[in-house]
Protein backbone atom coordinates (compact mmCIF):
# COMPACT_ATOMS: atom_id res chain seq x y z
CA UNK A 1 0.00 0.00 0.00
CA UNK A 2 1.08 3.07 -0.63
CA UNK A 3 1.19 5.49 2.10
CA UNK A 4 1.63 8.76 -0.58
CA UNK A 5 -1.90 8.01 -1.88
CA UNK A 6 -3.53 9.13 1.18
CA UNK A 7 -1.76 12.31 1.83
CA UNK A 8 -3.64 15.79 1.19
CA UNK A 9 -2.33 17.81 -1.96
CA UNK A 10 0.65 19.73 -1.68
CA UNK A 11 -1.28 22.79 -2.16
CA UNK A 12 -5.35 22.80 -1.06
CA UNK A 13 -5.85 26.54 -1.57
CA UNK A 14 -4.35 25.73 -5.23
CA UNK A 15 -6.64 22.90 -5.88
CA UNK A 16 -9.61 24.97 -4.72
CA UNK A 17 -9.03 28.21 -6.36
CA UNK A 18 -8.49 25.94 -9.96
CA UNK A 19 -11.66 24.05 -9.16
CA UNK A 20 -13.57 27.35 -8.57
CA UNK A 21 -12.12 29.14 -12.05
CA UNK A 22 -12.88 25.89 -14.04
CA UNK A 23 -16.19 26.08 -12.74
CA UNK A 24 -16.89 29.90 -13.17
CA UNK A 25 -15.52 29.29 -16.66
CA UNK A 26 -17.97 26.80 -17.45
CA UNK A 27 -20.97 29.48 -16.35
CA UNK A 28 -19.23 32.53 -18.04
CA UNK A 29 -20.05 32.61 -22.12
CA UNK A 30 -17.05 32.91 -24.39
CA UNK A 31 -16.25 37.11 -24.11
CA UNK A 32 -15.92 37.01 -28.02
CA UNK A 33 -19.68 36.15 -28.43
CA UNK A 34 -20.57 39.44 -27.36
CA UNK A 35 -17.99 41.94 -28.51
CA UNK A 36 -17.00 40.37 -32.18
CA UNK A 37 -20.27 40.23 -33.50
CA UNK A 38 -20.92 43.92 -33.05
CA UNK A 39 -17.79 44.99 -33.69
CA UNK A 40 -17.94 43.42 -37.34
CA UNK A 41 -21.16 45.16 -37.68
CA UNK A 42 -20.06 48.49 -36.85
CA UNK A 43 -16.83 47.86 -38.56
CA UNK A 44 -18.10 46.95 -42.08
CA UNK A 45 -21.91 48.80 -41.44
CA UNK A 46 -20.15 52.25 -40.66
CA UNK A 47 -17.38 51.75 -43.32
CA UNK A 48 -20.16 51.71 -46.11
CA UNK A 49 -21.54 54.38 -44.90
CA UNK A 50 -18.16 56.52 -44.55
CA UNK A 51 -17.44 55.23 -48.59
CA UNK A 52 -21.42 56.14 -49.72
CA UNK A 53 -22.06 59.51 -47.44
CA UNK A 54 -18.20 61.03 -47.02
CA UNK A 55 -17.29 64.31 -45.45
CA UNK A 56 -19.48 67.25 -46.78
CA UNK A 57 -21.13 64.64 -48.88
CA UNK A 58 -18.26 63.16 -50.73
CA UNK A 59 -19.07 59.80 -52.25
CA UNK A 60 -15.53 57.49 -52.41
CA UNK A 61 -18.15 54.72 -53.60
CA UNK A 62 -20.93 55.13 -55.95
CA UNK A 63 -22.94 52.13 -53.64
CA UNK A 64 -26.68 52.12 -53.64
CA UNK A 65 -28.17 54.56 -50.66
CA UNK A 66 -30.13 52.21 -49.49
CA UNK A 67 -26.91 49.53 -49.10
CA UNK A 68 -25.25 51.05 -45.84
CA UNK A 69 -28.40 51.40 -43.69
CA UNK A 70 -29.04 47.67 -44.69
CA UNK A 71 -26.22 46.22 -43.91
CA UNK A 72 -25.54 47.94 -40.63
CA UNK A 73 -29.18 46.87 -39.27
CA UNK A 74 -28.98 43.08 -40.87
CA UNK A 75 -25.68 42.44 -39.02
CA UNK A 76 -26.86 44.78 -36.37
CA UNK A 77 -29.62 42.05 -35.92
CA UNK A 78 -27.14 38.83 -36.49
CA UNK A 79 -25.22 40.10 -34.05
CA UNK A 80 -28.26 40.84 -31.13
CA UNK A 81 -29.39 36.83 -32.28
CA UNK A 82 -25.62 35.84 -31.80
CA UNK A 83 -25.34 37.48 -28.36
CA UNK A 84 -28.83 36.50 -27.52
CA UNK A 85 -28.07 32.80 -28.12
CA UNK A 86 -25.10 33.01 -26.28
CA UNK A 87 -26.08 34.58 -23.59
CA UNK A 88 -29.38 32.23 -22.98
CA UNK A 89 -26.71 29.33 -23.35
CA UNK A 90 -25.00 30.45 -20.42
CA UNK A 91 -27.98 31.53 -18.00
CA UNK A 92 -29.68 28.26 -18.35
CA UNK A 93 -27.28 26.56 -15.43
CA UNK A 94 -27.89 29.99 -13.51
CA UNK A 95 -31.33 30.64 -11.21
CA UNK A 96 -32.73 33.31 -9.18
CA UNK A 97 -31.71 37.02 -8.94
CA UNK A 98 -29.04 37.20 -11.16
CA UNK A 99 -30.88 35.29 -14.04
CA UNK A 100 -33.40 37.95 -13.65
CA UNK A 101 -31.02 40.31 -13.56
CA UNK A 102 -30.04 39.41 -17.00
CA UNK A 103 -33.26 38.91 -18.61
CA UNK A 104 -33.75 42.48 -17.36
CA UNK A 105 -30.90 43.71 -18.76
CA UNK A 106 -31.46 41.97 -22.21
CA UNK A 107 -34.88 43.99 -22.14
CA UNK A 108 -33.87 47.00 -21.02
CA UNK A 109 -31.00 46.93 -24.53
CA UNK A 110 -34.74 46.51 -26.77
CA UNK A 111 -36.95 48.87 -25.17
CA UNK A 112 -34.09 51.21 -25.29
CA UNK A 113 -33.24 51.24 -29.01
CA UNK A 114 -37.22 50.35 -30.05
CA UNK A 115 -37.99 53.92 -27.74
CA UNK A 116 -35.39 55.96 -29.25
CA UNK A 117 -36.20 54.89 -32.82
CA UNK A 118 -39.47 56.26 -32.17
CA UNK A 119 -38.45 59.48 -30.70
CA UNK A 120 -35.65 60.29 -33.42
CA UNK A 121 -38.37 59.44 -36.34
CA UNK A 122 -39.82 62.28 -35.36
CA UNK A 123 -36.72 64.82 -36.00
CA UNK A 124 -35.49 63.22 -39.19
CA UNK A 125 -37.51 65.68 -41.37
CA UNK A 126 -36.33 68.60 -39.58
CA UNK A 127 -32.98 68.04 -41.02
CA UNK A 128 -30.43 67.94 -43.97
CA UNK A 129 -29.82 64.27 -44.78
CA UNK A 130 -26.48 64.18 -43.37
CA UNK A 131 -27.27 65.94 -39.99
CA UNK A 132 -30.20 63.16 -40.14
CA UNK A 133 -27.79 60.64 -40.33
CA UNK A 134 -25.35 61.98 -37.60
CA UNK A 135 -28.42 62.16 -34.80
CA UNK A 136 -28.99 58.65 -35.50
CA UNK A 137 -25.52 57.60 -35.58
CA UNK A 138 -24.33 59.55 -32.49
CA UNK A 139 -27.97 58.34 -30.73
CA UNK A 140 -27.49 54.66 -31.34
CA UNK A 141 -24.07 54.62 -30.47
CA UNK A 142 -24.12 56.75 -27.45
CA UNK A 143 -27.07 54.46 -25.94
CA UNK A 144 -24.85 51.33 -26.71
CA UNK A 145 -21.82 53.08 -24.52
CA UNK A 146 -24.15 53.83 -21.75
CA UNK A 147 -25.75 50.28 -21.51
CA UNK A 148 -22.72 48.82 -21.70
CA UNK A 149 -21.52 50.66 -18.67
CA UNK A 150 -24.89 50.29 -16.73
CA UNK A 151 -24.21 46.57 -17.70
CA UNK A 152 -20.83 47.14 -15.95
CA UNK A 153 -21.92 48.70 -13.20
CA UNK A 154 -25.18 46.16 -12.46
CA UNK A 155 -23.17 43.02 -12.94
CA UNK A 156 -19.52 44.38 -10.96
CA UNK A 157 -17.58 43.89 -14.79
CA UNK A 158 -14.87 46.41 -14.54
CA UNK A 159 -14.21 45.34 -18.39
CA UNK A 160 -17.60 46.13 -19.65
CA UNK A 161 -17.90 49.75 -17.78
CA UNK A 162 -14.51 50.35 -19.20
CA UNK A 163 -15.79 49.54 -23.29
CA UNK A 164 -18.80 51.37 -22.43
CA UNK A 165 -16.94 54.47 -22.11
CA UNK A 166 -14.57 53.97 -24.23
CA UNK A 167 -17.31 53.83 -27.00
CA UNK A 168 -18.84 57.06 -25.37
CA UNK A 169 -15.82 58.75 -25.67
CA UNK A 170 -15.14 57.67 -29.70
CA UNK A 171 -18.81 58.94 -30.27
CA UNK A 172 -18.35 62.11 -28.90
CA UNK A 173 -15.22 62.34 -30.90
CA UNK A 174 -17.12 61.46 -34.17
CA UNK A 175 -20.11 63.50 -33.54
CA UNK A 176 -17.74 66.40 -32.90
CA UNK A 177 -15.97 65.67 -36.36
CA UNK A 178 -18.98 66.14 -37.96
CA UNK A 179 -21.19 63.92 -40.67
CA UNK A 180 -18.91 61.49 -42.78
CA UNK A 181 -16.18 61.61 -40.13
CA UNK A 182 -18.28 59.91 -37.20
CA UNK A 183 -19.02 56.97 -40.00
CA UNK A 184 -15.12 55.98 -40.05
CA UNK A 185 -14.29 56.81 -36.17
CA UNK A 186 -16.64 54.65 -35.30
CA UNK A 187 -16.23 51.95 -37.93
CA UNK A 188 -12.44 52.08 -37.23
CA UNK A 189 -12.51 52.75 -33.28
CA UNK A 190 -15.91 51.55 -32.54
CA UNK A 191 -15.97 47.88 -34.29
CA UNK A 192 -12.14 47.38 -33.85
CA UNK A 193 -12.30 48.45 -30.39
CA UNK A 194 -15.30 45.67 -30.18
CA UNK A 195 -12.88 43.14 -31.62
CA UNK A 196 -10.00 43.85 -29.87
CA UNK A 197 -12.02 43.89 -26.26
CA UNK A 198 -13.37 40.76 -27.55
CA UNK A 199 -10.21 39.14 -27.94
CA UNK A 200 -8.43 40.42 -24.27
CA UNK A 201 -11.71 39.09 -22.79
CA UNK A 202 -11.40 35.82 -24.31
CA UNK A 203 -7.61 35.60 -23.31
CA UNK A 204 -8.75 36.08 -19.61
CA UNK A 205 -11.66 34.05 -20.25
CA UNK A 206 -9.14 31.20 -21.13
CA UNK A 207 -6.75 32.12 -18.07
Same mark, same amino acid.
Do not use: C, K
Given at each position: ? +???????? $???? @???? /????? !?? %??????? /???????? #? &??? #???????? /?????????????? *???????????? =? @?????? #? !?? $???? %??????????? =?L??V? *????? @???????????????? &?????? *? !????????????? !??? $? =???????????A????? +?? $?????????H???? @?? &???????? &????????? %??
Open positions: M +NLDDDRPP $ADPL @AVIA /RERAT !AE %RGLTPDP /RMFSWPWG #V &AWL #VGFTLFFL /RFGPDGRVFVDLPG *WLPLTTLLGLMI =A @AGVVTG #V !AG $ARAG %RHVSGPSSRQG =AYGS *WSIGF @AGMSVVLSQFTGLLSE &AMSGLL *W !AGVMVGLTGVLHM !AGG $A =AFDDRHLFVLGGISVV +NV $AGVLAGPGWSLVV @AV &AGGGGMLL &AGLLGWLRW %RR
